[in-house]
């Protein structure tokens, strides 16, 4: 059985050469693909303190090892940089086709180096990589700049590309395909910085896998299983379109820049309610849950917009913030955010800090350029938007996020700015569900709820066990939930079919893939997702990160919680420095949340002990 490690495309936008590379077997047996193959090819070709906007930066596109195949929901891609929000290791997943038109291509990742001296996109078939000029689509939204590709390289052609966000550097721009983001960290500002407006991919299906009958077995075993399952079921009825009524309902749902935990009049943002707008829906390559809920604003202000969602976070990133209850502004938003290239979660998070430095008076109407950023109304929310992509008057601040904004105001407003390491909370409250907030403030990303999503605090998941989702003792659980999300998005499998009960064949379809036999014991897959994550701390420890950034907010830390009619009334993070003594000992980390040498030599990271003896001195 012959090894499939992954090829490389390695494109450098300032030479325009174009190589093509093998993936080396211990990489790959160590590291597996997709968000593996991201951090341990970052850290070994970045240069620690390089500028994340300038060419030494380099952006890497991934799929998985299962991409592309007759399975279902493991055909996901990411990109992988160093954060300009954050200026941390970033990795940000996104669906659609594109990872699979990948695969089709012959690739597992593209490495894009350097920069354009003018505006371009990478134009890739079997036949090979053309550099081609982008300026006729430079300046375009991502719907126009997809359809101009698809039109100009023919209907088997698939994209991912930036929009004007992308193209003025915002923080948190977005690199988006089809209708879905890669959306956090701002690997879109990267991308915009190297002058590449866009990956287009022309290729017809074709896959190689080291053992085609066993793959393909294991593959209809997976498919069966996951066919009545009743997570999969509830997904494909609903996708993410109802999740709000259940964080409302137990007092998560931030509200008013993480004050309240339960919108007021919140059953007119309910699951039904947007169901009645419900046009269609839309998925990801070969998974029949379509999860992407398709809705058309039928009248008044907002009437004839129309988006592939907003799924739960940017139903939140735009009710939640400003304290409304429209589900057209929601829609209109996010549709906004889509063809912009936008980050819904930080553009919300950011917004609704605009709108309490507004309350406070701290922003005063002529900062906002007339507009009026009191709370229930949508109208200035939809104009900022537009005001942030285009980095036009108040929108330039807030294209910066809330930490950098608050830190160029010099008012006070830091206490306002609500993140982790830089990157906006998403929506979930922590004080509510504590596990979850500890996963935003260690997860190397900055806050994410997918890095390691407590599903114990929130739905009452039993693994490894069951949670009091207001305790601050789970560091186990939190490590549980960040290890195992890491091995899955080498797959790359989709977060939400982890609870589909088919997650005991990956491993084995790993294998098949590959032709590497140890992917085939879960406590190896186990020991990889640690073997990841210890490798991105180690990146974040190099780029002079610390147990000082692994906090919550203050806010979260010193003002209670209101919930309303929810349970939660009063609740406030208190133990963070205990929980952080307790989840660095388990982790095998100094005290000052830095691997320790004896750790990483057990995962086989021997080769970064150089960088964190430096940090150590």
Excluded at 183 to 191: D, E, I, K
Excluded at 524 to 551: C, H, I, P, S, W
Excluded at 573 to 587: A, C, G, N, P
Aim: glycine residues 12%; aromatic residues 8%; charged residues 25%.
């Amino acid at each position: 059985m012959a090894l499939n490690t992954g090829k490389i495309l390695r494109v450098n936008l300032t030479s325009g050469k174009v190589n093509t590379e093998t993936v080396p077997e211990k990489i790959a047996a160590d590291f597996i693909g997709g968000r593996g193959y991201g951090i341990r090819y970052l850290y070994e070709e970045l240069t620690p303190g390089i500028d994340p906007l300038g060419d030494k930066n380099k952006l890497l596109m991934l799929n998985g090892p299962l991409a592309g195949t007759m399975a279902q929901a493991v055909s996901r891609w990411m990109t992988c940089t160093r954060s300009p929000l954050t200026g941390a290791f970033a990795r940000s997943v996104c669906g659609a086709d594109f990872g699979a038109w990948m695969k089709f291509a012959g690739y597992e990742i593209i490495i894009i180096e350097g920069k354009a001296d003018r505006p371009v996109y990478i134009h890739l078939t079997t036949e090979g990589c053309r550099i081609l000029d982008a300026g006729e689509i430079w300046g375009k939204d991502t719907k126009e700049t997809q359809g101009w590709l698809t039109q100009n390289h023919g209907k088997n052609t698939r994209t991912a590309c930036i929009g004007p966000a992308g193209e003025n550097l915002v923080k948190y721009a977005a690199v988006v395909s089809d209708r879905r983001t890669a959306g956090r960290c701002g690997t879109g500002a990267v991308m915009g910085s190297k002058n590449l407006k866009a990956v287009a991919i022309t290729a017809q299906r074709k896959i190689q896998l080291a053992d085609p009958e066993a793959y393909d077995k294991l593959a209809r075993e997976q498919v069966a299983t996951i066919r009545d399952n009743p997570g999969f079921l509830n997904h494909k009825e609903w996708g993410t379109t109802s999740t709000q009524d259940v964080t409302n309902a137990i007092g998560i749902y931030p509200v008013r820049n993480f004050r309240y935990g339960q919108l007021t009049d919140y059953e007119k943002i309910a699951g039904e309610e947007y169901r009645k707008l419900r046009v269609g829906d839309m998925g990801c390559y070969s998974c029949p849950a379509r999860c992407g809920k398709v809705h058309t604003v039928k009248s008044g202000t907002y009437a004839g917009a129309h988006s592939e969602g907003p799924e739960y976070e940017s139903i939140w990133a735009f009710t939640g913030p400003i304290e409304s209850s429209s589900i057209e502004a929601s829609i209109a938003a996010d549709q906004l955010c889509d063809d912009l290239g936008l980050d819904t979660i930080s553009t919300g998070g950011s917004i609704g800090f605009a709108y309490e430095l507004y309350e406070k008076g701290l922003l005063k109407k002529s900062d906002t350029d007339g507009l009026e950023l009191i709370y229930g109304k949508h109208e200035p929310m939809v104009a900022l938007i537009k005001k942030i992509a285009h980095r036009e008057g108040i929108g330039n601040l807030l294209a910066e996020g809330t930490m950098r904004a608050a830190a160029s105001m010099d008012k006070g407003a830091e206490l306002y700015a609500i993140h982790v390491k830089g990157m906006e909370l998403p929506a979930y409250e922590p004080r509510g569900a504590k596990s979850q907030g500890y996963n935003y403030a260690t997860a190397s990303i900055g806050a994410s709820h997918c890095y390691g999503y407590a599903a114990q605090d929130i739905f009452g998941s039993p693994e490894p066990h069951p949670t009091d989702r207001f305790s601050e003792e789970n560091a186990d659980v939190v490590i549980y939930n960040q290890d195992n999300t890491a091995w899955h998005e080498c797959g790359v499998a989709c977060a939400f079919s982890g609870g589909w009960g088919w997650m005991d064949l990956f491993g084995k379809m790993v294998a098949a893939a590959r032709g590497i036999d140890k992917y085939t014991d879960n406590a190896y897959l186990a020991k990889v997702g640690e073997r990841m994550f210890n490798l991105e701390r180690a990146f974040n420890v190099r780029e002079g990160f610390n147990r000082k950034q692994d906090t919550l907010p203050k806010r979260l830390l010193t003002e209670p919680l209101h919930t309303r009619k929810a349970p939660g009334e009063g609740q406030i993070v208190s133990h963070q420095d205990e929980f952080l003594d307790k989840y660095y000992r388990l982790r095998g980390w100094t005290k000052d949340g830095i691997p320790a040498p004896e750790k990483l030599k057990a995962l086989g990271l021997d080769f970064a002990l150089k960088d964190i003896t430096k940090s150590r001195k």
